[in-house]
């Protein structure tokens, strides 16, 4: 990730209190915790429900440097919430949270944040959302991070809880007028680098297609373009609306945060475009040097090479590049050569398959192009012509942030809790006609 961008606020995946405590020996925790320090501002996300083991995890957290811990309340998966009683059943009992967090907050000095839904099973009645926030704020939590959507527990696998509930991004923008003093962020749906400017109020960036009747007119806010019916400018936005996270979207396709550091934050452009086979060549360099000896094993391997099997999203070549990593991990003798080995191999494929392609420029976040909707032909991407008031949602999916990968790599913000994420903020224009953002 931080070949792509310098400026994300990268996630880890959900780490549960009792694997922290019980590896506590420095080379076990490093297995769990461990991150380069290149990959800073980081939030390690913890899973738990008791009071004094997530303390004692948040310290050592803290411990390992992380900038941020947040709570996980919610993750969708039945077993999580049968066995631990933890996740997005800690909806349910607020008290638990409230207490976590003070506990939490009073022995770290990092932020201790909050990361849940608008409900559970059938408590998620904005009343009681309202309920859930009041009341774990009264803990010492700042900053929630809302994915806006409810979960089913008994019913629905996690897949299917990260789209079948439906999005109710308006609700999150009521929980910033209703708490003035806390700090709200959303997660769910959110895909593409377009999407993320249209929510975080980019001049000129329109939600479309499926994501109109979500995000276009019911996102309005008082302030907003009543004209265009669709969404008002930055300063529209409440002030303690602190930003988007991205997950899935980012795991699949992480190129799309090439210029992100442009296109959020306001950096200036880069210089030189860059392209895949520049950002594989680097990071097949960092593999060399992080993991010398190879690995025996498919697991630790697969976890070094995670972060690259999104890279060739959507071009020629996708296939053969995923096809020949997945098939050297399985030998031991190429294992034993190492992932640095296996993604050239893999690159190599490419070339054979496809001349030319890992050499194209990756694109801009401004010239991405609207992908067709695959059952009218209308446009279902980030620009919505004005003529096209009404167009019906069809549900979106995605929590969290970019590709997801392992070993001291920064992991792809993943959208439910159960990977990574980054979180873009928006902030004060530093000049006229500029707008910049913060990935958190």
Request: charged letters at 25%.
């Amino acid at each position: 990730m931080r070949l792509l961008t310098s400026r994300a606020q990268l996630w880890t995946e959900m780490i549960v209190d009792d694997t922290v405590l019980h590896n506590l020996e420095p080379v076990k925790c490093d297995r769990f915790l461990g991150f380069n320090p290149i990959e800073h501002p980081i939030v390690c996300q913890l899973g738990g429900s008791d009071p004094i083991k997530l303390t004692e995890a948040a310290q050592v957290v803290e411990r390992y440097g992380y900038d941020e811990v947040n709570l996980n309340v919610g993750c969708p998966s039945s077993r999580v919430a049968s066995k631990g009683e933890f996740g997005c059943s800690l909806m349910k009992r607020s008290e638990v949270v409230r207490d976590t967090i003070h506990a939490m907050s009073r022995a770290v000095q990092i932020p201790v944040t909050v990361k849940c839904r608008l409900g559970v099973d059938n408590q998620d009645s904005p009343e009681f959302t309202r309920e859930f926030v009041r009341t774990v704020a009264q803990g010492g939590c700042k900053h929630f991070v809302i994915h806006a959507r409810k979960a089913w527990l008994n019913g629905l696998s996690p897949a299917q809880n990260r789209s079948v509930p439906p999005l109710h991004y308006p609700r999150v923008l009521d929980l910033c007028r209703e708490f003035p003093d806390l700090n709200f962020s959303l997660n769910g749906g959110v895909s593409d680098m377009g999407h993320a400017r249209a929510l975080l109020g980019f001049p000129g960036d329109r939600l479309a297609g499926e994501t109109e009747e979500l995000t276009g007119t019911a996102w309005g806010w008082p302030g907003s373009d009543g004209a265009e019916g669709l969404r008002g400018p930055l300063g529209s936005l409440p002030s303690n609306f602190s930003g988007v996270m991205i997950g899935r979207g980012a795991m699949n396709t992480p190129c799309m945060l090439w210029d992100v550091d442009h296109c959020i934050y306001g950096d200036a452009p880069r210089a030189e475009q860059m392209t895949r086979r520049q950002l594989l060549e680097k990071y097949r360099v960092y593999l060399e040097e992080a993991h010398p000896d190879g690995a025996s094993a498919v697991g630790p391997l697969h976890m070094a090479l995670k972060p690259t099997l999104g890279v060739m999203a959507g071009l020629k070549g996708n296939k053969a590049f995923r096809n020949t990593a997945d098939s050297l991990m399985r030998i031991k003798e190429t294992r034993e050569l190492g992932p640095a080995h296996v993604l050239e191999m893999a690159m190599k494929a490419v070339d054979e398959a496809n001349p030319g392609v890992l050499d194209e420029p990756l694109s801009r976040t401004e010239a991405y192009k609207p992908a067709k909707d695959r059952s009218s032909g209308a446009s279902d991407g980030h620009v919505i012509p004005k003529d096209r008031p009404g167009s019906s949602a069809r549900g979106l999916k995605r929590k969290g942030v970019t590709g997801s990968g392992g070993d001291e790599v920064a992991e792809a913000v993943a959208a439910d809790g159960l990977g990574d994420a980054v979180t873009l903020k928006p902030v004060e224009a530093e000049q006229e006609g500029q707008v910049a953002g913060v990935v958190k």
